[in-house]
């Protein structure tokens, strides 16, 4: 049984840090591309990072480069969102997922490519 379980999130200050973490399991993230994604209320969800397969390409929404970092540790099977410099804006449900036809070169972008998600992980950033 393929398992993407978020943690990290919590309640942060403007301008504060999280440090998200996405256990994969039940499949073996190394061979994929992974991402992460955020879906604030009454919106829909957006992209905000992608990694490849060996985690020598990297993908980023323009709202968070600079402040993001995504990295993964293929051991441990571990896909992590590192994010600094927190605004409201970023407040939101963050996901990571699986990219099924990314096994490697640029990260894609788009959800349609994504079939496994997490049950999300809640961040909040107070103003």
């Known amino acids: 049984q393929v398992q993407l379980v978020e943690s990290g999130g919590g309640l942060v200050q403007a301008g504060g840090s999280l440090r998200l973490s996405c256990a994969v399991s039940g499949l073996t993230a190394s061979l994929y591309n992974m991402g992460w994604f955020r879906q604030a209320p009454g919106k829909e969800r957006e992209f905000v990072a992608a990694?490849?397969?060996?985690?020598?390409?990297?993908r980023y929404a323009e709202s968070v480069k600079g402040r993001f970092t995504i990295s993964r540790d293929n051991a441990k099977n571990v896909v992590t969102l590192q994010m600094n410099s927190l605004k409201f804006e970023d407040t939101a449900i963050y996901y990571c997922a699986r990219d099924y036809l990314g096994t490697g070169g640029t990260p894609s972008p788009f959800s349609r490519n994504y079939d496994y998600w997490g049950q999300g992980t809640q961040v909040t950033v107070s103003s």
């Open positions: 990694i490849s397969r060996h985690g020598d390409s990297t």
